[in-house]
C-alpha cells in the first residue's frame, strides 16, 4: 500500500496532496465524534438496579393504619349520628300522619314538602360526609406515597443504584434487588407523629 501511494505520488502529485488533504480532515472530524459517543455512553450507562413494591409500602405502612383507625371511627361517629337522625325523621313522619286529619289538605301537603326537603337534606349530608372520608383518605395516601418515592430516591442515592423499579414492571428479579422492607421501615419512622385532620363538609342551608 506504501508502495502504491509513493507510486501514485510520483505520477500525480496534486491528486495525492488533495487525497491526503482529505483523509487528514477525515481524521480531524471523526475523533470528536467517536469521543462525543463514548461520552454518551457512559452518561446513560448504567449498572446498579433496585426493585420496589410501593403499592405494598402503602398498604402495610404505620401511617395507613393510623389513618384508617381514624378514619374507621370517624365513620363510627357519623353513623350514630345519622341513626338519630332517622328516629328522629320516623317521629317526624308518625306525627305528620297523625295530623293529616285535623289539619287542611293544602297545609298538610305544604308540611309533606317541608318533610321531604328534610329528608333530601340528611341524605345529601351522609354523601357529603362520606365523600369527605374518602377524599381524606385519598389525600393521606398521596402524602404517603409522595414522602415513599422520596426515601426510594434518598436509598438509591445511598447504595449508589442507577434505577428504581417498580416491582410489577418486571417478572424475574433476584431477591437481593428488593429494597422494600428498608423504605417501609424509614417511612414508619418519618411518620410516627403524622396527624390526620378531616375537614367537616360545609352544612346546607335547611340544616
Given at each position: 500500500?506504501?508502495?502504491y501511494l509513493d507510486k501514485f505520488s510520483a505520477q500525480n502529485p496534486l491528486r495525492y496532496l488533495i487525497l491526503a488533504l482529505a483523509m487528514f480532515w477525515m481524521a480531524v472530524f471523526l475523533m470528536p465524534l467517536s469521543a462525543v459517543a463514548q461520552?454518551?455512553?457512559?452518561?446513560?450507562?448504567f449498572q446498579r438496579v433496585a426493585v420496589i413494591d410501593l403499592a405494598r409500602i402503602i398498604r402495610e405502612s404505620e401511617a395507613t393504619e393510623r389513618v384508617r383507625a381514624l378514619l374507621d371511627s370517624k365513620s363510627e361517629e357519623f353513623q350514630k349520628e345519622f341513626a338519630e337522625k332517622e328516629v328522629q325523621l320516623l317521629a317526624k313522619e308518625k306525627e305528620l300522619k297523625a295530623r293529616q286529619?285535623?289539619?287542611?289538605d293544602e297545609a298538610y301537603q305544604e308540611e309533606v314538602r317541608a318533610f321531604q326537603r328534610d329528608v333530601a337534606a340528611v341524605q345529601q349530608?351522609?354523601?357529603?360526609?362520606r365523600q369527605s372520608l374518602d377524599r381524606a383518605l385519598q389525600q393521606a395516601q398521596d402524602k404517603i406515597r409522595q414522602l415513599a418515592t422520596t426515601i426510594v430516591a434518598e436509598r438509591?442515592?445511598?447504595?449508589n443504584i442507577d434505577l428504581v423499579f417498580k416491582e410489577e414492571q418486571l417478572l424475574i428479579f433476584r431477591n437481593q434487588l428488593n429494597i422494600t422492607d428498608d423504605v417501609l421501615e424509614r417511612l414508619n419512622l418519618r411518620t410516627k407523629d403524622a396527624q390526620l385532620e378531616i375537614s367537616?363538609?360545609?352544612?346546607?342551608?335547611s340544616e
Open positions: 500500500m506504501h508502495f461520552d454518551a455512553g457512559e452518561r446513560f450507562s286529619s285535623l289539619i287542611s349530608d351522609i354523601q357529603n360526609k438509591a442515592s445511598e447504595l367537616e363538609p360545609t352544612k346546607t342551608k
